[in-house]
Structures are given as structure tokens and as C-alpha cells.
């Protein structure tokens, strides 16, 4: 084996011989990108169970929609509350909670575009609005809970003739059970990991802060951490797709 | 938002570059874009009387497309090393085979369920 001294040759004898890094990324941005890719196998684990289940469930085919144990439910007539307001909105929440974490993302890689420009100040900006996107999404997220879980003023009268209200996991108002069930289990995993980035992009805005990065040379770190944030915003677009629109 | 250049202190650091952020607006402004028109087929595909499976092909397809402009552009995966893009892309394309095998899958089994014991 040929081995090569310089760490700038880029010739595949010494490329993976040991002492360079072979994919031109550093230790812990790679590390990153494997532990985002084992992440994404595990929600797609659960959006793939909920196309499954979804798709063996029989659909609504009449006129007038209304909610039933039997088939599954139309998104866009189960989340229809928007807050502060008393009308039918169909997807408006949600679309703003989309547009929230999209913008979330772009400070953050405007975040990244300063660190790169070694930018102390305008680093600390971007965080902040990142940081401040991540908790107004959080706090959308846990008002839908709190609508789903509270449920219509009519609630659903059971074949048994007992009425529902709402939805948690032992009985579900808008459908069949599994729906709660799944739009607990994934919306709350996404959320926890919306709750876990914004806890990583406080502690690394605390660094930034303080002059760690800069005493550093880089903000590597940022770039990192930017990279699970937008990794929570990408798992939002498909779980947005394949829950409320499909 | 900062469109250009802004002002920082550079009296003890040294010169700080005017920022290049052009191309992060431009990728945002089409992540809009696409996700604007999934709002507007959601709320016409009833009016409009749009077949179910062609409206289901057309979210996964945008949904891709806005996959791929998040982890190209803001991921920056598209200047990184072909090794490392085909080590992400590969397996990601292997999954998004296993969610259409397992819809097929689960339009089989409500047939079965549903529609052969009548």
C-alpha cells in the first residue's frame, strides 16, 4: 500500500490509507449526515405503517363528509380550527405551522452563510430567529393536540350509542382509532425532535455567544447543528404530505 | 431579513465579507412556490373533480422536488464529494421503493378485506 504523507493527494491509493478524510467532509459533519440517515429509516418506518394502514382502510365516497369509525378520515375536514377565529379553515393551520419551520430553516442556513463569513454578530442573529421559529412551531404543534384532543361540540355518537368527544388514544371522534393513534405517534416524534433542535441551536447559540467558534477559526458547529434542523424541517414536509394532503 | 449587505463590526476583526444570500432566497421562494400550488390542488381537487391517484402522484412528486431542494441547497449536499451524495441518495432512493411497494401493499389488503368477501 502506497502511503502518502501530504493530506492533499487525491489518488484512491493513499485516499483511504488513513490520515485524510476520504469524503472531504470532517469526523463530525459526516457522523451527522449517517446519524440523519438512520433517522430518516426511522420515520420512514412509521410514514410507510401509515400509508399501509391508511390505504387498507375503506374511503368516504358520498356527498357530505362526515366523521365515522369505518372509514378513514378527510384531513381537510378534521383539521379545520385556526386560533383566535370561530370559522372553517381547512389546512390554514397547518400551513402556517409549514411556513413557520421552512422559514426556520432559511435563517438557519443564513446562520451558516454568515459562520462562513467567520460573522460573529449576524451568526447570533439568524440562531435567534431560528431558535424563536422552532419554539412558535412547537407552540402550534401542541395547540392542534389540544384541538384534536378536545374534539367537535357534537362529538360522534358510537354504534353502541355512547358519544365521543375528541380523540386520544383509547378513542378517536374524527375515525378509525389507528388515525389517532398514528397522528399522535408521528406528529409527536417529529415534535421531539423539533424540541431536541431547538435545545441543540440554544446550547450552540450560548456558544457562539460566548466566542467559542471564534476563537475556533470555524463555525463547523453551526453547520452541524444546521444540518439536524433542517433535516426536522425536511421529515415536516413529508409528514405534512402524507398526513394532511394525501 | 437582510437583502445585501449589512452592517457589522469589523473594527477589531477585521474585514467580514458582504453576505451571499441570494441563492437561499431563490431556493426559499421556490419551496414556497411548490408549496403554495400543493395548498391550491388540495382545495380545487374537490371542485375540479380531480381523479384521487393523480392528485396522491402529484403531492409525492412536489413533496420529492422540495426534498431534494432542502438537501441540496440548504443541506448543501450537491457540493459535497459524489461518495458521500450516493451514500445518502442510494439509500433514500431504496426507501422511497419500499413506501410505494408497501401503499400497493395496502391498497392489496383492503381489496382483500374489503371488497372479495361481499
Request: net charge negative; aromatic share 18%; proline share 3%.
Amino acid at each position: 500500500m502506497g502511503h502518502s504523507i501530504s493530506a492533499n493527494v487525491d489518488d484512491s491509493k493513499s485516499l483511504w490509507g488513513g490520515g485524510v478524510e476520504p469524503l472531504k467532509v470532517s469526523y463530525g459533519k459526516l457522523m451527522m449526515w449517517f446519524f440523519l440517515l438512520s433517522d430518516a429509516i426511522t420515520f420512514s418506518g412509521l410514514l410507510i405503517v401509515y400509508g399501509f394502514i391508511r390505504f387498507s382502510h375503506p374511503v368516504f365516497l358520498g356527498k357530505e363528509f362526515v366523521t365515522s369509525q369505518h372509514y378513514w378520515p378527510i384531513p381537510d375536514h378534521v383539521f379545520t380550527h385556526i386560533p383566535f377565529a370561530h370559522i372553517n379553515a381547512p389546512l390554514v393551520f397547518v400551513g402556517i405551522m409549514t411556513f413557520i419551520l421552512i422559514m426556520s430553516s432559511v435563517t438557519m442556513v443564513l446562520a451558516v452563510e454568515a459562520g462562513h463569513r467567520m460573522d460573529k454578530k449576524a451568526v447570533e442573529k439568524w440562531m435567534l430567529w431560528t431558535i424563536f421559529g422552532g419554539f412558535c412551531f412547537l407552540g402550534s404543534q401542541a395547540w392542534e393536540w389540544s384541538i384534536f384532543i378536545g374534539g367537535s361540540h357534537n362529538g360522534l355518537k358510537l354504534d353502541d350509542g355512547s358519544i365521543i368527544h375528541g380523540a386520544s388514544l383509547i378513542h378517536n371522534e374524527y375515525g378509525p382509532q389507528l388515525f389517532a393513534d398514528l397522528f399522535f405517534f408521528i406528529t409527536g416524534f417529529h415534535g421531539t425532535h423539533v424540541l431536541s433542535g431547538v435545545i441543540l441551536n440554544i446550547i450552540i447559540f450560548y456558544n457562539v455567544v460566548m466566542g467559542v467558534y471564534e476563537k475556533r477559526g470555524h463555525y463547523e458547529m453551526v453547520e452541524k447543528v444546521g444540518l439536524y434542523w433542517h433535516f426536522v424541517d425536511l421529515v415536516w414536509v413529508f409528514v405534512f404530505t402524507f398526513f394532511y394532503l394525501v | 431579513m437582510a437583502h445585501g449587505h449589512q452592517s457589522s463590526n469589523t473594527i477589531s476583526q477585521g474585514e467580514i465579507p458582504a453576505p451571499q444570500t441570494k441563492w437561499i432566497w431563490n431556493t426559499f421562494w421556490i419551496l414556497l412556490g411548490i408549496t403554495s400550488f400543493e395548498f391550491l390542488i388540495a382545495f380545487t381537487k374537490g371542485p375540479l373533480h380531480l381523479n384521487h391517484y393523480l392528485v396522491v402522484f402529484v403531492f409525492v412528486v412536489l413533496t420529492l422536488v422540495k426534498a431534494f431542494y432542502i438537501v441540496a441547497d440548504f443541506m448543501h449536499l450537491k457540493h459535497e464529494v459524489k461518495a458521500l451524495v450516493m451514500s445518502i441518495v442510494l439509500p433514500i432512493a431504496f426507501i422511497a421503493w419500499f413506501i410505494l411497494a408497501m401503499l400497493i401493499e395496502g391498497t392489496f389488503v383492503h381489496h382483500s378485506v374489503y371488497e372479495l368477501f361481499k
